[in-house]
């Protein structure tokens, strides 16, 4: 189904996310170097943190980038629900795929998982720091709060990206 002129919107360009998850991918692998070159002390380990880091970036860079950019892709729809169609023409835009409608979904809960997946390394540090048996993850805190913050987030921006999709002409 497409508009009166036919236009469809492809959406925003997916260079960046990969561009992200590039550098995520990147950045894991001088972690990988890293920490083989690393000679922990008698009784340490080596420090997993920043690997985790990376590696969340390298998984989960591309949903965050895509989120945020539907998120500013459906903001700049918002206000042309009171006349779909003629909303729509009036301001020159074509109509949007329902996948594009729908994607801010699949890509938030893949970042909220991600997040999550940090916050419980982190609080693995926490124990492993309480129980004085070194896991590389040490203190713990950093990662329990970044994830926690990104899995938040990632969840206001889906709240937010749905909100502004039901107030455009395209709808959910």
Do not use: Y
Request: avoid cysteine; hydrophobic fraction near 50%.
């Amino acid at each position: 189904m497409t508009s009166e002129d036919g236009r469809r919107e492809r959406g925003p360009s997916l260079l960046w996310p990969w561009a992200v998850t590039g550098v995520g991918v990147a950045l894991m692998a001088l972690e990988v170097i890293r920490l083989v070159q690393t000679e922990p002390a008698a009784g340490d380990a080596r420090p997993m943190s920043g690997l985790v880091l990376a590696s969340a970036l390298a998984l989960g860079g591309f949903s965050l980038t895509r989120l945020l950019q539907l998120m500013r892709f459906a903001a700049s729809r918002r206000g042309t629900a009171n006349s779909a169609a003629a909303g729509r023409a009036a301001r020159g835009l074509p109509e949007v795929p329902w996948q594009l409608t729908d994607a801010h979904a699949m890509h938030a809960v893949w970042v909220i998982g991600v997040g999550a997946s940090v916050a419980l390394m982190g609080v693995l540090g926490l124990w492993s720091a309480l129980d004085g048996r070194p896991s590389g993850l040490e203190p713990g805190w950093p990662l329990l709060v970044l994830g926690a913050v990104v899995a938040g987030l990632a969840r206001a921006a889906w709240w937010r990206t749905t909100a502004m999709w039901k107030d455009s002409a395209d709808g959910l």
